[in-house]
């Protein structure tokens, strides 16, 4: 612990010392600075000062110069922070309301401000990139097979780069990367990217893949499968008709019905503007060599809304049947006219 006078004598020293850049000797202190005391005393503190490690002496001169330790207690209890002008305030503050678009502008301005007052080497370093918060991850696509990424973070810092591809990439695609990318990154810090983003994303898209799956079977199995999906009526008032009563027949008439795409067959097989009649396998279809189909193709002005068939002996009444049809058709799109 020093006493006052140590502390002002060795602030003397350090201060003169940055000042000169020479050894500082006891004739020096009593010219220039104000420390009530015979250079005897000053030469005792200095001493003093020198064998608390605070000074060193050099060899060629009676003078002391300031010791790590010396400078270390004089930064800590001694310095004074209010050695800045006026007019290094405002040149201060005018070069850092200087409008910039990046966190790295504004690190590279602070850096040269300091160095242009100090007259010293400034070296700067950005903000740690690994903690920084990431706000925004927006992917712009620049070509077919060209990507601008671009990553905003909580402290302002904009960071671009040009990702480019082997293969065409889609907008689909380019969406639904800045959607994976911001939905598992936003608010993340950006060393997340590093070692664990691959695996990050990948358990993302495990995850997804285990919903998407079973969702796009089921809609496959919805869209796709009933559109081959036949609506019956009417099959066992049918098998009450004289015909039935031969049971080859009747066992024909039942695997018709079992078989799917032998029934989707013969509904697409028409023409799209006519009601087409197929009587007694005449669309050279052994199983249905007992039977009479007629079908129409199901619209309501230009959509297809699919076919309707009439399965039934060969003796079917056809007049009536086409009859039907025709009544049918002519009614829905007369809706569509309406509508």
């Known amino acids: 612990m020093l006493d006052d006078r140590k502390k002002k004598v060795l602030q003397a020293i350090v201060e003169e010392y940055i000042n000169t850049a020479e050894p500082v000797s006891s004739n020096a202190l009593i010219t220039k600075y104000n420390l009530n005391c015979s250079s005897a005393t000053i030469?005792?503190?200095m001493a003093d000062l020198e064998k608390s490690g605070l000074l060193?002496?050099?060899?060629t001169s009676s003078g002391r110069v300031p010791s790590a330790k010396g400078y270390r207690y004089y930064v800590d209890e001694l310095l004074k922070d209010d050695n800045i002008s006026l007019e290094e305030i405002k040149y201060i503050s005018e070069k850092l309301e200087t409008k910039v678009n990046e966190i790295e502008d504004l690190t590279k301005i602070t850096a040269n401000t300091i160095s242009e007052i100090t007259h010293y080497t400034t070296?700067?370093?950005?903000?740690?990139?690994?903690?920084?918060?990431?706000?925004?991850?927006?992917?712009?696509?620049?070509?077919?097979?060209?990507l601008l990424a671009i990553i905003m973070t909580d402290i302002g810092m904009v960071k671009e780069t040009i990702i480019k591809f082997e293969e065409d990439i889609t907008t689909n695609q380019v969406e639904t990367v800045n959607?994976?990318?911001?939905?598992?990154?936003?608010?993340?810090?950006?060393e997340t990217i590093d070692k664990s983003l691959e695996e990050y994303l990948n358990e993302e898209m495990k995850d997804m893949i285990k919903v998407v799956k079973p969702i796009v079977e089921q809609i496959k199995k919805f869209l796709f499968e009933n559109e081959e999906l036949l609506h019956l009526e009417g099959a066992r008032k049918e098998l009450d008709l004289p015909e039935f009563n031969s049971l080859q027949v009747a066992k024909n008439f039942v695997n018709i019905l079992d078989e799917k795409e032998l029934i989707t067959d013969m509904l697409n097989s028409g023409f799209a503007e006519d009601i087409n009649v197929y009587i007694g396998g005449e669309d050279e279809k052994d199983e249905l060599k007992d039977f009479s189909v007629v079908t129409f193709k199901h619209k309501i002005g230009n959509r297809d809304m699919g076919t309707i068939g009439i399965i039934g002996p060969k003796r079917m009444d056809y007049?009536?049947?086409i009859s039907v049809m025709k009544y049918i058709s002519k009614k829905l799109n007369k809706k569509d006219e309406d509508n």
Do not use: C, W
């Not at 060193?56 to 060899?59: C, F, P, V, W």
């Not at 903690?131 to 927006?138: F, L, T, V, Y």
């Not at 959607?179 to 950006?190: A, D, G, R, S």
């Open 319 to 321: 007049s009536k049947v």
């Open 43 to 45: 030469r005792n503190e």
């Open 123 to 146: 070296v700067a370093i950005g903000p740690k990139t690994s903690e920084q918060i990431i706000e925004e991850i927006k992917f712009v696509q620049l070509g077919s097979k060209m």
């Open 56 to 59: 060193d002496k050099m060899h």
């Open 179 to 190: 959607y994976i990318f911001n939905n598992k990154l936003k608010n993340q810090p950006i």
